[in-house]
């Protein structure tokens, strides 16, 4: 056609929208993100979570088994495969569940199980190779294990969490393989290095870690040193006052996908103060409104701010609110007009290596134990919002699929299937547009 009659042109909406939400970014960061979105379709899923929320915020499914005040919860946001993982705060227990926190927001509990969904099908198609009757069986075994899941809780039931010692199937031998092979010991000497003259240090990492400029490295340590204690949820243990004293700043480079251009620092500080083998590594990310944010009316942002006056009080929230064992370090700082979270990078991160899994079976097992995570950090989050009594979240759930649970798991399967052709038709128009024509 000479002339279009709607606005109906996908590809282009694709272009404008990735152009809209980096056009702030420095040039070379700007591609140094689109080369990792290259990758494959699962990685520009994982790049482009704008725009699931411009797809999903309006989809009409959404009513037909949620929708109601008591279905809401405190979501993760950006809930895929690879949010999934092993980590482990101050304890230096290990433990497998979500730990990413940035896009987090209050919402319907079905947006965050669709966007999940989605990248089963991505990711079993991508790593694991997958036929499509293997990935419609791993969807409905994480389907079915979310709601059975939300079932068992409609009583006060103790929400448990995957550890070294409950952990099943794959997880287990993964699970040990980490605490085996990770340690806060191990984690300082990949990141820092030693010498009697100066102590502990950042190591140099090109293409990781760069040195701060004087006064910005001053900045920082004064704030970590003063302020940011003071949005700490309970007082660090720690009788010697030199805990918190700052040994050496570094920006991080080059880390994640969608948040890649962020601003973030690594903050080595003293912890305790017997050896130097007890340092720790606080990760200060810069924090900005969750990719949901932008499709919300005036009214509703009225509501988020008084809410959460700045993203950092909403980041730490949601992470006390959904994590089964909140980093003790979790706080926040305001830094030259900048909200930034402030938390302890974790000795143990490490994911789930999918791509290792041979044929269905396994992976349907993991799809399984990811229906129950994802359950247990929704009935977590809206515990938090229901002074501490999660049941009329999972009860409202409950009623909305009572009698229709085979229907809801096969209409979310489908949805999660086609919106997976759309990713990679999406992505299809991504490379060809930005790659073949090196677009700004």
Same mark, same amino acid.
């Given at each position: ?44 899923? %994982? ?7 411009? @797809?999903?915020? /309006?989809?009409? *499914? +959404? =009513?037909?088994?949620? $929708? ?117 010991? %191990? ?7 030693? @010498?009697?003259? /100066?102590?502990? *240090? +950042? =190591?140099?990492?090109? $293409? ?233």
């Amino acid at each position: 056609m000479s002339h279009a009659l709607t606005g109906h042109n996908r590809p282009q909406q694709v272009i404008e929208a990735i152009q809209q939400v980096n056009a702030p970014l420095a040039a070379a960061t700007r591609q140094a993100k689109y080369a990792k979105m290259a990758a494959s379709p699962y990685r520009f899923f %994982r790049g482009t979570n704008h725009l699931y929320w411009q @797809d999903v915020w /309006h989809d009409w *499914r +959404f =009513a037909l088994f949620g $929708g109601w005040p008591n279905t809401q919860t405190w979501l993760q946001g950006d809930a895929h495969v690879y949010n999934f993982g092993a980590y482990g705060h101050h304890d230096d227990q290990v433990r497998y569940g979500m730990d990413d926190f940035d896009d987090a927001l209050i919402g319907d509990y079905q947006y965050d199980l669709w966007r999940l969904a989605i990248s089963v099908v991505l990711d079993g198609r991508e790593n694991v190779e997958l036929s499509p009757k293997a990935i419609d069986k791993a969807l409905n075994k994480l389907l079915e294990s979310y709601y059975h899941t939300l079932a068992d809780h409609t009583d006060d039931v103790r929400i448990e969490a995957v550890t070294l010692d409950s952990a099943k199937g794959q997880l287990k031998p993964f699970m040990s393989k980490v605490a085996d092979k990770q340690s806060r010991a %191990r984690m300082l000497e990949k990141w820092t290095t030693l @010498d009697d003259q /100066h102590g502990r *240090r +950042f =190591a140099e990492r090109p $293409g990781k870690l760069a040195n701060l400029p004087a006064d910005l490295a001053s900045q920082l340590r004064r704030l970590i040193e003063q302020e940011y204690q003071q949005t700490l949820q309970d007082p660090i243990k720690e009788s010697d006052p030199r805990h918190f004293r700052v040994k050496d700043t570094a920006r991080r480079l080059d880390a994640g996908t969608g948040s890649l251009g962020v601003e973030r620092y690594y903050v080595l500080i003293e912890g305790g103060a017997d050896h130097e083998h007890d340092d720790i590594i606080l990760d200060v990310k810069e924090q900005v409104t969750p990719e949901a944010y932008r499709f919300m009316d005036k009214p509703q942002k009225q509501v988020w701010r008084r809410l959460f006056p700045n993203e950092g009080i909403r980041h730490a929230a949601a992470f006390h609110a959904i994590a089964e064992h909140p980093d003790a370090y979790l706080g926040w700082l305001t830094m030259n007009e900048k909200v930034f979270s402030v938390r302890e990078r974790s000795p143990f991160k490490k994911d789930f290596p999918t791509h290792k899994l041979s044929g269905g079976k396994p992976y349907r097992k993991l799809a399984q134990q990811w229906g129950q995570i994802l359950a247990r950090e929704h009935l977590r989050g809206a515990q938090a919002l229901n002074n501490g009594d999660h049941r009329p979240f999972a009860m409202a759930v409950c009623q909305r699929l009572k009698g229709r649970e085979e229907k809801f798991v096969d209409v979310v399967s489908t949805l999660a299937m086609a919106y997976a052709d759309c990713v990679e038709q999406d992505y299809s128009v991504f490379i060809d547009h930005f790659l073949a024509t090196d677009s700004p």
